[in-house]
């Protein structure tokens, strides 16, 4: 730059990259999560995601429990869907252990899962528009959450980290208003989505935020493996409920949905149209829900036969595994964890480049990562 | 689960360095030698048969005197098969070559093995801590000898 007599400074002006913590405490990293920002004025150019902060050690505390103590636990490793951790858990230990388990059971397992998906992308849909600046829809995601909650409370006495699904079956069975009260959620749920729509599908500041924004690409979903609504978004049938079917979910017939271009939108409208599908499985797991005893007939302490086996579910964020490794003991000899956002935290800074941070905020509330699933 | 089929085709081309492994309950699982396995990973990947693609999860297992292991899941998003991969490790000096060339989901998965197990990564970029502190200097904690005064085991009941 030549030297400018009116201005004696301008010679000296120059540009250059800077760095910016956003967290680990930031209302939109949805938990403490620090993203390290490299930045070249307004548009990122680099980001590094520092986790660890809810790090508690899950995994060694449960080589150290019983395998009946290890389900409290569960709930605390993602607490946002606590139903799925519990499932996926006493999966893999029923697999190993080869625990049969009653069709109400089943039933009933399948019926709490898909509540739970819905109250989970209910959360989302609320705190994604919060973070886009809208506050109405958390006011609503919220509201429609407390009826699911309500009859949590009811089935199993907890509102938050269930307890429910243990291994060989249910804690507890449905009191008798339960089947109403969940068909008449499942009908207002419906008719309530259409209002979410209304408010968000065609409002042009939501739009222009979320469309073709922060796009991931299907090869690159797959290669750091993405799941869930996130790596269906980007175009890639795979759904674990049909997939790798497990408990009873062949016995249903729902749609999976996928998008086309892996932008922002796409992640959010899959969840919405998830929902629908949800309460559909729902309908259907009530119309067939059959007679019997769903609870558990086993000891406070057991052993599993040796084996080992790594289960996965499609929980409400997508891939949830548990890879439990049994030497014939009351214990497990090795408990390992894998949370869908851990990977998914993993891809973002593969798509940050070119962002504003205010399309990040978007992006990353779109991922819908949430960090104790991370952090474990 | 990969075909009987496929399994075998695969032991016979790799031979030597790799065996049938019999896992209970029945998975399609293949024991690798450490300095073999970039060379499977690579071709499962590339060939049109097995077109795996998704690895699920990398995790460490701490065997005490029978050294520890490095177990890989993957799975095929268009075959809809799933391998299991393991590899033996020497306890006393644990290393195993990285595989985020082929599979880039495997960085945190090894970066976390690294840190809690005390393997070393071959290869890897960024060896740094992931989920403990940086100032962190208490060994490696998910190794099933570990002990701190801090730590208490829960009793035996």
Known sequence: MEDNPNNPTAGDLRTEEFQVNMGPQHPSTHGVCRLLLTMDGEVIRKAEPYIGYLHRGIEKICENRVYNQITPFMDRFEYVSSM????????????????????????LRVIFAELQ????????????????????????????????????????GQRLTYNYIRIGGVSKDINPDFVAKCRKFTKYLREALEDYETILNENPIFLSRTKKIAVL???????????????????????????????????????????QNGDTWDRYYMRIVEMREATRIIDQALDGLPEGDPTLKIKPSFKLPEGEHYTRIESSRGEMGCYIVSKGE???????????????????PEIVDGLLIADLVAMFASLDVIMPEIDR | MLSDQLLTQLLEKFGDKTQK??????????????????ELVAYIKEDENYAIDYLSSVSAV????DGMEMVYHFSSTSKHHGLTIKVKLDRAKPEIPTIIEHFPAANWFEREAWELYGINIVGHPELKTLLLSENWDKGWPMRRDWDDEDFVRFPEF
């Open chain 2, 62 to 65: 701490d065997y005490l005197e």
């Open chain 1, 84 to 107: 799925m951790c519990d499932w996926v858990y006493a999966l893999c230990a029923e697999r190993i252990g080869e625990i049969e388990v009653s069709p109400r059971a089943e039933y």
């Open chain 1, 330 to 348: 009351k214990k497990p000899y090795r408990l390992k964890l894998r949370g869908s956002s851990f990977n998914h935290l993993m891809v973002l």
């Open chain 1, 117 to 156: 998906r819905i109250a989970s992308h209910l959360i989302f849909v609320g705190t994604f528009a919060m973070d886009l600046g809208a506050f109405t829809p958390f006011l609503y995601g919220l509201r429609e959450r407390e009826m699911i909650i309500d009859m949590f409370e009811e089935t199993c």
């Open chain 1, 217 to 259: 690409p299907a090869d690159l979903a797959i290669a750091y493996g993405a799941s869930g609504p996130v790596l269906r978004a980007s175009g890639v049938n795979w759904d674990l409920r049909k997939d790798d079917s497990y408990g009873y979910y062949d016995k249903f017939d729902f749609k999976v949905p996928v998008g």
């Open chain 2, 21 to 38: 492994l019999e896992l209970k309950p029945v998975q399609a699982a293949v024991l690798v030698q450490a300095q073999s396995l970039i």
